[in-house]
């Protein structure tokens, strides 16, 4: 397993993203992915994002947006690694049809959240209510 960080998320506050710092962990552990996911916060997603998914060549990179607050955060991070779990030569085709303009924002949304990522998503769902939610500690976050 590559020695990867948990996370490089500066987040108005970390002390108060132990949650997603455990749900993190456990995706990696519980939920992996064909090739690394890295989790990031920034100011600069596009308009009315929260978070995104991105594949590159050797990774996947999972965006949250520094105005998500814990919950928010652990809620979108969910939903991001199901992205890159149920990723599929689809996702990149929809990505790329986007980009070109051939497809609306709208049969984007649809393709991408399609039967594979909703089997991702109860996966990725059922770690963290089965193993992270149990396992945490608060105080040792």
């Not at 999972?62 to 890159?84: D, F, K, N, Y």
């Not at 709208?106 to 089997?119: A, I, N, R």
Request: glycine residues 8%.
């Amino acid at each position: 397993m590559t020695n990867i960080p948990v996370a490089s998320l500066p987040l108005r506050s970390l002390g108060r993203y132990g949650l997603l710092r455990a749900t993190i962990r456990g995706l990696r552990l519980h939920a992996p992915t064909a090739v690394p996911v890295i989790v990031r916060s920034g100011n600069n997603l596009p308009p009315n994002t929260d978070a995104y998914c991105i594949r590159r060549q050797n990774r996947f990179v999972i965006m949250l947006g520094q105005h998500l607050g814990p919950r928010s955060a652990v809620e979108a991070c969910i939903h991001e690694w199901a992205h890159a779990r149920a990723w599929n030569h689809l996702h990149d085709r929809a990505c790329a049809n986007l980009a070109a303009g051939v497809i609306s924002e709208h049969d984007f949304e649809e393709l991408v959240h399609d039967g594979t990522w909703g089997v991702a998503f109860a996966d990725c769902w059922r770690v963290f209510t089965g193993i992270v939610l149990p396992g945490y500690d608060p105080a040792g976050a």
